[in-house]
């Protein structure tokens, strides 16, 4: 079957639907439903829409807690193997989920036509992600503190006269700062770890042996989770794409190369706080714990007198932490907005905003002078949160709406069959997220 359309008087449309020489059938359509109907007709893999979901999946997943996940420096240990596996088993196949509910419906998780238990579910998963947007602007506060008392004078490569011309307009369309915040953060990475391996060749070869080291494995097992379910948006709102991206994007394609992509650039960070720390431990005898800020507001302006680019290796973590925070906080503050619009529709969303950003300035003061172990606990209820609830969605969806009209549904949409892999992914979803919950020690895996 095929279609052809004729364009009428006030932006109308004359579909007609084809099979062989037969007119099957007539409607009329809208503008909008004719460009819908001609994206349904182009191929489903669309570059642009990849790419736009990249960016915003990427400021999504980005925190403190993201920035070193392989290096082994603090005591949280993660494998790269285990994390990998990890990822496969839970983050990816709940993102693809996840993501395809958002783009099959074009709705939000608060409607009323819900199941109550989902919307309930989805009201909790609000109130998490307001609250980690909230650990999330404590980590840029303290990024932006510690960069502007670690700054002595500025490397002779930052002092710059270089006048671009014709200077030509960007789109609108496009996530600018979502796109900047992406690429600064990779080849500011690809950067440092160039000079690494031009002035630390030893370090760095001894430094990857040791990422790569699977001694202790069953340790490491406890901190995996709770990295990778920050990674994916596990039990949060996630990626919501303000109609920026195609409704009809292959869905595992693009959450296939997130994950690729942020892997890859998680080990290329973890190599370089590694190299660093194997740079400053030659001088200085440190003793590391975990705190809720990790090891990197402390390390980094002690090693800051011991190395050869301590300037480069200070603009690198700071204003990494600062330019991907940022949008990170901006595209979750107004997806919480969107959500709130849509359950108080009388509301402007400018109000609600306001609202929102007085709320969070007010609730950070005390949240900063909170002791380290009170800010420990607050964390670990959080997590414990986020992971309940990334399981009872789970469950909710495919045990109580079913795998196999989710399957139909995906088909029918996209076009393509899921896989087997996909599909008992799926199915156990709910039973790996709760297994892990109850097998896990050293306060279970998702603490």
């Given at each position: 079957?095929?279609?052809?359309?004729?364009?009428?008087?006030?932006?109308?449309?004359?579909?007609?639907?084809?099979?062989?020489?037969?007119?099957?059938?007539?409607?009329?359509?809208?503008?909008?439903?004719?460009?819908?109907?001609?994206?349904?007709?182009?191929?489903?893999?669309?570059?642009?829409?990849?790419?736009?979901?990249?960016?915003?999946?990427?400021?999504?997943?980005?925190?403190?807690?993201?920035?070193?996940?392989?290096?082994?420096?603090?005591?949280?240990?993660?494998?790269?193997?285990?994390?990998?596996?990890?990822?496969?088993?839970?983050?990816?196949?709940?993102?693809?989920?996840?993501?395809?509910?958002?783009?099959?419906?074009?709705?939000?998780?608060?409607?009323e036509s819900l199941n109550p238990l989902l919307r309930g579910v989805s009201f909790g998963i609000l109130c998490q992600t307001v609250l980690w947007a909230l650990?999330?602007?404590?980590?840029?506060?303290?990024?932006?503190?510690?960069?502007?008392?670690?700054?002595?004078?500025?490397?002779?490569?930052?002092?710059?006269?270089?006048?671009?011309?014709?200077?030509?307009?960007?789109?609108?369309?496009?996530?600018?700062?979502?796109?900047?915040?992406?690429?600064?953060?990779?080849?500011?990475?690809?950067?440092?770890?160039?000079?690494?391996?031009?002035?630390?060749?030893?370090?760095?070869?001894?430094?990857?042996?040791?990422?790569?080291?699977?001694r202790d494995l069953n340790f490491a097992q406890d901190h995996s989770m709770k990295r990778m379910n920050e990674m994916f948006s596990v039990g949060l709102i996630?990626?919501?794409?303000?109609?920026?991206?195609?409704?009809?994007?292959?869905?595992?394609?693009?959450?296939?190369?997130?994950?690729?992509?942020?892997?890859?650039?998680?080990?290329?960070?973890?190599?370089?706080?590694?190299?660093?720390?194997?740079?400053?431990?030659?001088?200085?005898?440190?003793?590391?714990?975990?705190?809720?800020?990790?090891?990197?507001?402390?390390?980094?302006?002690?090693?800051?007198?011991?190395?050869?680019?301590?300037?480069?290796?200070?603009?690198?973590?700071?204003?990494?932490?600062?330019?991907?925070?940022?949008?990170?906080?901006?595209?979750?503050?107004?997806?919480?907005?969107?959500?709130?619009?849509?359950?108080?529709?009388?509301?402007?969303?400018?109000?609600?905003?306001?609202?929102?950003?007085?709320?969070?300035?007010?609730?950070?003061?005390?949240?900063?002078?909170?002791?380290?172990?009170?800010?420990?606990?607050?964390?670990?209820?959080?997590?414990?949160?986020?992971?309940?609830?990334?399981?009872?969605?789970?469950?909710?969806?495919?045990?109580?709406?079913?795998?196999?009209?989710?399957?139909?549904?995906?088909?029918?949409?996209?076009?393509?069959?899921?896989?087997?892999?996909?599909?008992?992914?799926?199915?156990?979803?709910?039973?790996?997220?709760?297994?892990?919950?109850?097998?896990?020690?050293?306060?279970?895996?998702?603490?």
């Amino acid at each position: 079957m095929y279609t052809n359309s004729v364009e009428l008087l006030d932006g109308m449309y004359l579909v007609l639907y084809l099979a062989g020489p037969a007119v099957i059938g007539i409607e009329y359509t809208t503008e909008l439903e004719a460009f819908e109907l001609q994206e349904l007709t182009d191929t489903h893999f669309r570059w642009e829409s990849i790419k736009k979901f990249l960016y915003l999946a990427y400021a999504s997943s980005s925190s403190i807690f993201t920035f070193d996940i392989f290096s082994g420096v603090t005591l949280e240990r993660v494998f790269f193997l285990d994390y990998c596996v990890g990822t496969l088993a839970f983050g990816m196949s709940y993102m693809i989920m996840d993501f395809f509910i958002k783009q099959y419906t074009r709705k939000l998780d608060t409607s009323e036509s819900l199941n109550p238990l989902l919307r309930g579910v989805s009201f909790g998963i609000l109130c998490q992600t307001v609250l980690w947007a909230l650990l999330n602007s404590l980590s840029l506060a303290d990024s932006l503190r510690f960069m502007s008392t670690n700054f002595r004078d500025l490397p002779s490569w930052m002092d710059c006269s270089f006048v671009t011309e014709n200077r030509t307009c960007i789109s609108d369309k496009d996530v600018l700062f979502l796109r900047l915040s992406f690429l600064w953060s990779v080849f500011s990475t690809l950067l440092v770890v160039f000079c690494l391996l031009i002035s630390a060749h030893t370090l760095i070869v001894i430094a990857f042996y040791q990422l790569m080291d699977l001694r202790d494995l069953n340790f490491a097992q406890d901190h995996s989770m709770k990295r990778m379910n920050e990674m994916f948006s596990v039990g949060l709102i996630g990626v919501y794409d303000f109609g920026a991206i195609s409704p009809y994007t292959m869905v595992d394609t693009t959450v296939l190369i997130f994950g690729t992509v942020s892997t890859i650039l998680a080990l290329a960070r973890s190599l370089i706080m590694r190299v660093l720390y194997l740079s400053l431990s030659r001088c200085v005898k440190i003793s590391i714990a975990v705190t809720p800020h990790y090891f990197l507001f402390v390390l980094l302006p002690l090693s800051a007198e011991f190395t050869d680019l301590h300037n480069l290796y200070t603009m690198y973590v700071y204003v990494y932490m600062t330019v991907v925070l940022t949008p990170g906080l901006v595209m979750m503050m107004l997806t919480v907005t969107k959500l709130l619009h849509n359950e108080i529709p009388s509301v402007k969303s400018i109000y609600i905003t306001g609202v929102l950003c007085f709320l969070g300035f007010s609730l950070s003061i005390p949240l900063s002078m909170m002791p380290p172990t009170k800010m420990r606990v607050l964390l670990i209820g959080h997590r414990l949160c986020t992971c309940y609830l990334g399981s009872f969605k789970t469950l909710l969806v495919m045990w109580v709406y079913g795998v196999k009209n989710f399957c139909t549904d995906v088909q029918f949409w996209l076009g393509f069959k899921p896989t087997k892999l996909w599909r008992w992914l799926w199915c156990m979803l709910p039973v790996l997220f709760l297994v892990s919950l109850l097998t896990g020690h050293n306060n279970n895996l998702c603490i």
